[in-house]
Nanobody, 127 residues
Framework: QVQLVESGGELVQAGGSLRLSCAAS????????LGWFRQAPGKERDFVAAISWSGGETYYADSAKGRFTISRDNAKNTMYLQMTSLKPEDTAVYYCAVRSRWSPGTRPGPPSVYAYWGQGTQVTVSS
């Protein structure tokens, strides 16, 4: 089991910035690839960004490229999502998730291949 706790979500004005954190516990953090997903009301859960177990590879949704930066600190068992130039359409609940570094399939992969999820943190961007 891996326990994940997101934090950092809040209400922010358009054009502002936020940094989300995802703290993990339970198993060896560096054995997992990590991802951020988001879900707006009435919509499916969408991929935002992902990072490999070593931090050497990162992946971004088109909507996040150039604005969001994913990173991880394996010594602190924590992953981050730095979000800048926020837009009202970024409003959603943001979830972190993990998948084993040895799990088969392409990266970053759909939500279904991620084994453990946090409870989410709300990000609201006002216009």
């Amino acid at each position: 089991q891996v326990q994940l706790v997101e934090s950092g979500g809040e209400l922010v004005q358009a054009g502002g910035s936020l940094r989300l954190s995802c703290a993990a516990s339970g198993r060896t953090f560096s054995n997992y690839d990590l991802g951020w997903f988001r879900q707006a009301p009435g919509k499916e859960r969408d991929f935002v960004a992902a990072i490999s177990w070593s931090g050497g590879e990162t992946y971004y949704a088109d909507s996040a490229k150039g604005r969001f930066t994913i990173s991880r600190d394996n010594a602190k068992n924590t992953m981050y999502l730095q979000m800048t130039s926020l837009k009202p359409e970024d409003t959603a609940v943001y979830y972190c998730a993990v998948r084993s570094r040895w799990s088969p399939g392409t990266r970053p992969g759909p939500p279904s291949v991620y084994a453990y999820w946090g409870q989410g943190t709300q990000v609201t961007v006002s216009s």
